[in-house]
């Protein structure tokens, strides 16, 4: 990731078992969450020429194990200020985590920091205060949001008109009905503090207020997602004028992703299948595409 790049994003690991990305802010970088081991973020890190030491904070989304596991091992590590709301700080102390420089945000107040505008949001989900967040630098827009029981007007506000869009994707709702998960479980999930299924998704990127240059959807259930389900679920809105555009990215749990910058040029015909962290290069037709991929070990490009 260069340091010269305004505004761009990579996720070292995405999905219901851990989340953690990198984003670069003008040369600043930050992880949002730290649900991955430290030694996978650090890989992550080193793959970009980076380690802890070059990180300006670690943004925390909420208290949950898949966003946090990796946080006070990094921690100990490095010494770094946790950017997030007062009730996920009070939580994470209370849960016995030793942060010893902390920023709070307040949902819907935006800040700066060196030319770059953070607006955290509420989100509704079962944890102590949990955010999503909205970044502006150089007129790009970063939106980052997972963990989302049902869609709010706030949500909307924040999300409609991004450059990169990143949006939980979490469960097909046939998959989840006939997974092994306990009937409890499946309840939280579908819940309105649970999280976004597939259909849910279409919901905010049918209501986009601009074409949409990057979208990437994250945080999939792994017993009761598929990255194939995920885009099969966008092919009914595709043909809507602020999707036609789009780059659509899977993040995925086990690989990183490639990075995404808001300022890239568009490549024109961006149907790729990476099975590496680069962006190399199978050319095809989306739908034939999935039918002749038989394993997503890396990310997964379409438009
Ligand atoms: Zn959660
Ligand atoms: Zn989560």
């Known amino acids: 990731m260069a340091k010269d790049t305004q505004l761009s994003i990579k996720f070292l690991g995405s999905g219901s078992k851990g989340n953690c990305a990198l984003i670069n802010a003008g040369g600043r970088f930050y992880l949002f969450d730290a649900g991955l081991s430290r030694k996978k973020i650090e890989k992550g890190l080193a793959e970009e020429r980076l380690s802890l030491s070059d990180l300006d904070g670690i943004f925390i989304s909420h208290d949950h194990g898949d966003h946090v596991c990796g946080l006070e091992k990094i921690l100990k590590k490095q010494k770094l200020p946790v950017i997030t709301s007062q009730g996920t700080y009070n939580s994470l102390v209370s849960k016995g985590f030793d942060i010893s420089e902390a920023i709070f945000l307040k949902p819907d107040r935006e800040f700066e920091f060196d030319g770059t505008r953070f607006w955290p949001f509420s989100i509704p989900h079962d944890a102590a205060e ?52 306990p009937f409890w479980l499946k309840s939280r999930i579908r819940g309105p503090l649970g999280h976004l299924a597939n259909s849910g998704t279409r919901g905010i990127l ?98």
């Open 130 to 181: 949990p955010i999503g967040m909205r970044i502006e630098r150089s007129g790009n827009i970063l939106g980052i949001a997972s963990d989302i029981g049902h869609l709010t007007p706030s949500i909307f506000a924040h999300l409609s008109d991004c450059d990169i869009l990143c949006l939980e994707s979490n469960y097909d709702e046939e998959m989840l009905a006939g997974c092994s998960y």
């Open 206 to 303: 049918s209501r986009l207020k601009k074409p949409l240059k990057n979208l990437f959807l994250i945080h999939l259930s792994q017993e009761s997602n598929t990255p194939e389900l995920v885009l099969e679920n966008l092919e009914i809105i595709r043909k809507i004028e602020n999707l036609r555009e789009t780059q659509i990215l899977v993040a995925l749990q086990n690989e990183p992703s490639v990075t995404v910058s808001a300022a890239a040029q568009q490549n024109k015909v961006p149907r790729v299948v990476s099975d590496t962290s680069s962006l190399s290069v199978v050319l095809k037709p989306f739908q034939q595409r999935l039918s002749t991929v038989p394993e997503f070990a890396g990310l997964i490009v379409a438009a």
